[in-house]
């Protein structure tokens, strides 16, 4: 987390404890990697504020909403620092992963995870970050493809790095592992599991 943003847009009201902050990367982050600008961001925290008082969803909690599986992947994906909880980033990543609808669009959903600084490429390291999540995603539904996930991001990169700049675009991601026939046979169940769930934060 890095500094709290300053108050702004109503978002002030929100920043009453040090576990309830939301820093100003967080914020900068959802609104160049979501659909919300900064009002309607703050917007969709007062009513996470209300909901989730303690500053975060629990997994007892994503489970009445998404039932055990989803949760678990879910979980697996985002909760990387094994908290127990989602704070308001990872949920509204969460959000974003149950609202894509197409393979093609939860392949975008996990290379802008890591597109940290919406610059629309990462590096070889970087796709090491989005093939470990896709699997941890696989493995929580009790479903992980062979081989070390580090080892297949090397060979898709390698393989699609077509110019050899030592990145990748969105599209050259997502068509890379399109061509992926285990991978994709992996994801395609998980993006059956997800599509049968919808979970929104306003009634």
Not at 58 to 87: K, P, W
Not at 92 to 108: H, W
Not at 112 to 126: L, M, P, T, V
Not at 150 to 155: E, F, L, M, N, Q
């Amino acid at each position: 987390m890095g500094s709290v943003i300053q108050p702004a847009c109503g978002l002030d009201e929100f920043f009453i404890s040090e576990d309830e902050r939301v820093s100003e990367e967080d914020v900068e982050w959802l609104v160049n990697h979501t659909n919300y600008n900064e009002q309607e961001i703050a917007d969709i925290l007062r009513d996470f504020r209300k909901e989730y008082p303690g500053g975060g969803i629990y997994r007892h909690q994503m489970e009445q909403l998404t039932g055990n599986l989803v949760m678990n992947i879910i979980f697996s994906c985002l909760d990387t620092d094994a908290n127990g909880y989602l704070d308001f980033k990872e949920f509204n990543q969460a959000l974003q992963l149950l609202s894509a609808k197409t393979k093609e669009d939860k392949l975008t959903w996990a290379f802008k995870i890591y597109d940290a600084d919406n610059s629309g490429k990462i590096d070889q390291k970087e796709m090491a970050s989005v093939m470990e999540s896709l699997y941890n995603m696989m493995e929580g539904m009790g479903a992980r493809p062979s081989g070390n996930p580090k080892v297949r991001a090397k060979d898709i990169f390698t393989e699609i790095d077509s110019n050899n700049d030592g990145s990748l675009t969105e599209d050259e991601f997502v068509q890379g592992c399109l061509q992926d026939r285990e991978l994709m046979d992996h994801l395609e169940k998980l993006f059956e599991v997800l599509l049968d769930v919808r979970v929104n934060l306003h009634p």
